[in-house]
């Protein structure tokens, strides 16, 4: 088994194995971890919430939910699940939405930045799944951003299906209730 630490608003990258299980930890609780993958060798193919909430007919993943690419491909399957509230809606957050919100952009760490670097890309928008992001959606479609359900040491696990490298954030937003106001750490297992 292998152990990694992602520090509070910081990235790691992984390369994973197809079989192999993938845990995420919330260290502390309360904490987001904005996570991302490619198909290993390519930058084409790559995990999409979009995709995935069309193929699971769902807002929501849970247990046994498949994560697809955006070429229609499974990726990931949730074997277990701690926490039960996770995001498939919000991009990572980056520069420009620090701007909009707090005008405090600059020099501000991100997650768009962090999986940029992670896995040697320069894309504009990132839309990974925000795993322990809290949000919820009213009958009028008004979305609020809630404090995370999780604990400390709550996790989710999955299995990838493919052969893929993962980027994954620490979400560095303190201005709001998404990581309960403080950024703390994020744990990686592989086995
Ligand atoms: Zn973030």
Do not use: W
Request: with cysteine; charged share 25%.
């Amino acid at each position: 088994m292998c152990k990694y630490l992602i520090q509070p608003q910081s990235d790691i990258r992984i390369d994973v194995n197809k079989g192999q299980k993938i845990e995420i930890i919330d260290v502390d609780g309360g904490q987001v971890a904005d996570f991302f993958a490619e198909i290993k060798g390519t930058h084409d193919e790559y995990v999409s919430p979009s995709v995935t909430m069309d193929c699971n007919e769902s807002l929501k993943i849970e247990v046994g939910s498949i994560i697809y690419s955006n070429q229609y491909n499974p990726m990931f399957k949730v074997e277990s699940d701690d926490v039960g509230a996770h995001d498939l809606l919000f991009p990572s957050c980056s520069k420009k939405m620090y701007d909009f919100f707090y005008q405090n952009g600059s020099n501000h760490p991100n997650c768009l930045d962090n999986i940029n670097h992670a896995l040697g890309t320069e894309r504009t928008i990132i839309q990974p799944i925000n795993f322990f992001m809290n949000t919820a959606i009213d009958s009028n479609g008004k979305i609020e951003i809630r404090k995370p359900l999780s604990k400390a040491g709550d996790k989710i696990v999955l299995t990838a299906l493919v052969d893929c490298v993962l980027g994954i954030s620490a979400c560095s937003v303190s201005e709001c209730d998404t990581n309960s106001g403080k950024c703390t750490a994020i744990e990686v297992k592989i086995y």
